[in-house]
C-alpha cells in the first residue's frame, strides 16, 4: 500500500502563488507515476498534471502548462505542483495520486492511479 499526504494549500490572493507537496510513504518502490488532480465545487475531478517517477516525464494540462508546473523532489519522495499566477477559477481541492501500474494508460485520467491522498484546499480570492 502507498500513502499519500498533501501539503501547502492555502486561501491566497488572485496572482498570487503557491506550491503544493504530496510526501508518499508505504510501498514505495512499486509507484510508476504520481499525479495531480482537483475539483472544483459542482465539477468533475480535473487532470492538472503528472509525473513518471522512472523516467521523470512530466505532462501538463494543456490549459495550465503556462502557470503550473510539476516536479519531484527525489530525496523525500515527495511530489511538488509549483502554481504561479493564481485565479479565481482555480479554487479547488487538489489531490495527489499514485499508480504502482508497470503499463499506464490514459494518464491525464483516473483509471491508472490506485493510490489517492485526501486532498488540500486552494482558495484563490478574486
Known amino acids: 500500500q502507498v500513502q499519500l499526504v498533501e501539503s501547502g494549500g492555502g486561501l491566497v490572493q488572485a496572482g498570487d502563488s503557491l506550491r503544493l507537496s504530496c510526501a508518499a510513504s508505504g510501498r514505495l518502490s512499486i509507484i510508476t507515476a504520481m499525479g495531480w488532480f482537483r475539483q472544483a465545487p459542482g465539477k468533475e475531478r480535473e487532470f492538472v498534471g503528472a509525473?513518471?517517477?522512472?523516467?521523470?516525464?512530466?505532462y501538463v494540462a494543456d490549459s495550465l502548462s503556462g502557470r503550473f508546473a510539476i516536479s519531484r523532489d527525489y530525496g523525500k519522495f515527495t511530489l511538488e505542483l509549483q502554481m504561479t499566477r493564481l485565479k479565481s477559477e482555480d479554487t479547488a481541492v487538489y489531490y495527489c495520486a499514485a499508480s504502482g501500474r508497470n503499463t499506464i494508460v490514459r494518464l491525464t485520467t483516473a483509471d491508472p492511479y490506485d493510490y489517492w491522498g485526501q486532498g488540500t484546499q486552494v482558495a484563490v480570492s478574486a
Open positions: 509525473l513518471m517517477w522512472r523516467g521523470g516525464n512530466t
